[in-house]
């Protein structure tokens, strides 16, 4: 989590798909982190295989979908297209 962030202040990117469970910073910190210091905020996707966080609160966080492990690959790409369309 926190080498993404660093990467984040120094590259541009539009979409971010992260793990909950990290050593050092975990998804929910990330997405608080790149919500104060990256701007423009890439869209932010998180997976976990637990429910460490409820839709309500993700939503709260900003972001924009949370999946649950196991997870295809196309579903996630399916969903990431659909909301960089829009």
Known sequence: GNIALEILKSEKFDVVV???RMPNCDGEKLIKK??????????????????DISDEEA???GITQ??????????LID???????S
């Open 79 to 85: 969903v990431m297209l659909l909301h960089i369309e």
């Open 59 to 61: 939503r709260k966080l």
């Open 34 to 51: 790149i919500n104060e210091e990256i701007k423009p905020k890439p869209l932010f996707f998180l997976y976990s295989g637990f429910s």
């Open 66 to 75: 949370a999946f649950s492990k196991p997870l295809r690959r196309a579903d």
């Open 18 to 20: 992260s793990d909950m």
